[in-house]
């Protein structure tokens, strides 16, 4: 029986910590530490006031450096990346985390990414922004590229932006209502699905 095949995307963009680093924030704690409520991060921040959001964020800084610092590329990482050089793929990474943990990490693993998009450039995933803005500086078109992620946040942002988004579920049962276009249980699962557009 043949293989399904897939049309090949025009451009592939990254979720970073989950999805080509192994989950090193522990979310429950870091809300704990900034003294917020159990919903989400960035958009629990921005109903703080001035000084306590001030305080919180150098708190959040604090636990997303020291996990840059400490972060471990996912199994699959190297051969997937590998892989996405030889088939000359654009690619873009796509994170609500900051700049700097960013380049903490992609320093730590001797990577880069021709377009990096975090949360200080614009409104932050689940918001299309992210993805719109990654798309614009690699000229290519949101329907033509894959999202791929680990959250629900990427799921969300991708299908908002007209992306195709790839799921990355570690084995896990997706904890929220969008439906993704694929979900694959880790990085192995991508390499295998991209030589199917090959
Ligand atoms: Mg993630």
Redesign the pocket.
Known sequence: MPHPTFPRPDALLF?????LTE?RLDFPQMKIDMGIGPGPILESLAELTDSDRVRAEAVLHRHEEDAAAESALNEGCRELLNFIRQGAWPTALI?RNSRRSVETVLARHDLSFPVIVTREDCPHKPHPDPIHLACRQLNVAAVNAWMI???R??IEAGLAAGAKTVWISHGRRPEFTAVPWQTIRNLFELTTLLRKCL
């Open positions: 979720d970073m910590d989950g999805t989950p994170t992620g680990d959250g946040y990427d």
